[in-house]
Antibody
């Protein structure tokens, strides 16, 4: 069965960086885009961008341009999301999610990781 | 960005009730509308994609309809496991955007 398993919770100081991992299993990792979505406490989800695990190509949301980097390691079927210059309003649960289509991003999400809480506090 | 507005923001209902949630887009999105269910402390789960297509494994009591700017999610007979928060999401234009959520609570 499709599974996305994320790394554990992180506590960071303002200005620091965080890197969250997402280990995929149960399907062909290079066959489907991976998106990153975050959800601040009490808010709706917010899309951050995607990575094509096959080519490594990425597309980032304008709100995160210059601060986010998405990468992957196909040898261990894992995607990563690194967010830099953290601020207190980056405190949120960060999710990886799979796009259901292979050839291009359809921008909806059929399987999700369990989420990683990132807390930014001095 | 396309704004997605859900109503109501919360509702109280009983087991067995028929429940309808509305989602309105700030511009036409054809049928590029998806619905998710989220339980507290858990990731969202896809229920419906392309406005009316049921995701694999989702019970048939869930249905979706609409096109253009106005959409609805209907639960035909509310079950105990359906008390959760529901989000709509447009996938018509980048960036994909979500509604603010509708919390379905036990009456």
């Amino acid at each position: 069965q499709v599974q996305l398993v994320q790394s554990g919770a992180e506590v960071k100081k303002p200005g620091a960086s965080v890197k969250v991992s997402c280990k995929a299993s149960g399907y062909t990792f290079t066959g489907y885009f991976i998106h990153w979505v975050r959800q601040a406490p009490g808010q709706g989800p917010e899309w951050m961008g995607w990575i094509n695990p096959n080519s490594g190509a990425t597309l980032y949301a304008q709100n995160f341009q210059g601060r986010v980097t998405m990468t992957r390691d196909t040898s261990i079927t894992t995607a990563y999301m690194e967010l830099s210059r953290l601020r207190s309003d980056d405190t949120a649960v960060y999710y990886c999610a799979r796009d259901p289509y292979g050839d291009y991003a359809k921008y909806y999400f059929d399987y999700w990781g369990q989420g990683t809480l990132v807390t930014v506090s001095s | 960005d396309i704004q997605m507005t859900q109503s109501p923001s919360s509702l109280s209902a009983s087991v067995g009730d028929r429940v309808t949630i509305t989602c309105r887009a700030s511009q036409s999105i054809s049928n590029y509308l998806n619905w998710y269910q989220q339980n507290p402390g858990k990731a969202p789960k896809l229920l419906i994609f392309a406005a009316s297509s049921l995701h694999s494994g989702v019970p048939s009591r869930f249905s979706g309809s609409g096109s253009g700017t106005d959409f609805t999610l209907t639960i035909s007979s509310l079950q105990p496991e359906d008390f959760a928060t529901y989000y709509c999401q447009q996938s018509y234009i980048t960036p994909p955007t979500f509604g603010q959520g509708t919390k379905v609570e036990i009456k």
